[in-house]
């Protein structure tokens, strides 16, 4: 099973800033999927993106995924308080005749006031 | 209710202790799942149900027992548990299974003393 590495795996900034997070492996994936975590409650599904090259945005958040399908960027403009969670993406790989779902450790970001 | 809900939020126990944990999910999905999050690791995938039959077991210790009662419920079994097996466990289901699409409840955060 290929490893999803993501970058930074933490982040502290002031509300306002711009950032960007990468979620990097050697695996094609069929599709890509990024999660937010907040505190005490489970992952929610921000996006999914499936096509190389494709871009998503979600308000403030842009999604990109690679052209080769092997990794993916966020980018967050004007962070605010309530973006601040942990960040996940996760790939669907074909294995063994089946799709699994692969997970990255995720990035903790706190955006200050 | 909606979404995926999970009883109970926290658990203590010992470790010669039998409990058990619940999912109830109420989105008409036919897959559901067991996760593990363990701090600085990725979400580790325990169990699958499609259909209410198990697909997959990722070389899960046996005092960890999963049960599918039907489509939309989900137990875990836990017995004679280890002080390393304290983490969030999450639930999660899914319109078919391989997609990356899942919703998640809010978690049992169990800690074994």
């Known amino acids: 099973t290929q490893l999803l590495e993501q970058s930074p795996q933490f982040l502290s900034i002031q509300e306002g800033e711009n950032l960007t997070v990468y979620c990097n492996s050697s695996?094609?994936?069929?599709?890509l999927q990024w999660y937010r975590q907040e505190p005490g409650e489970g992952p929610v599904l921000l996006v999914t993106v499936v096509t190389g090259g494709e871009v998503k945005k979600l308000k403030r958040l842009t999604f990109q995924f690679g052209d080769a399908r092997k990794d993916s960027s966020l980018h967050i403009t004007a962070a605010q308080p309530g973006d601040t969670g942990l960040y996940l993406c996760a790939g669907a790989e074909y294995q063994g005749g089946s799709e699994k779902l692969v997970f990255g450790k995720g990035m903790k970001l706190t955006v200050n006031p | 209710e909606t979404g995926v809900t999970q009883t109970p939020r926290h658990l203590v126990m010992g470790m010669t202790n039998k409990k058990s944990l619940k999912c109830e999910q109420h989105?008409?999905?036919?897959?559901m799942y067991w996760y593990k999050q363990s701090a600085k690791k990725p979400l580790e995938l325990m169990f699958v149900y499609s259909l209410e039959e198990r697909v997959e077991n990722n070389s899960v210790p046996s005092r960890f027992s999963p049960e599918c009662p039907n489509s939309s419920h989900l137990f875990l079994h836990l017995h004679t548990l280890q002080p390393e097996d304290s983490a969030l466990y999450l639930c999660a289901s899914s319109q078919g299974r391989g997609t990356g699409e899942l919703f998640f409840g809010e978690g049992s955060r169990l800690t074994v003393l």
């Open positions: 695996s094609v994936f069929s599709s």
């Open positions: 989105l008409g999905h036919n897959a």
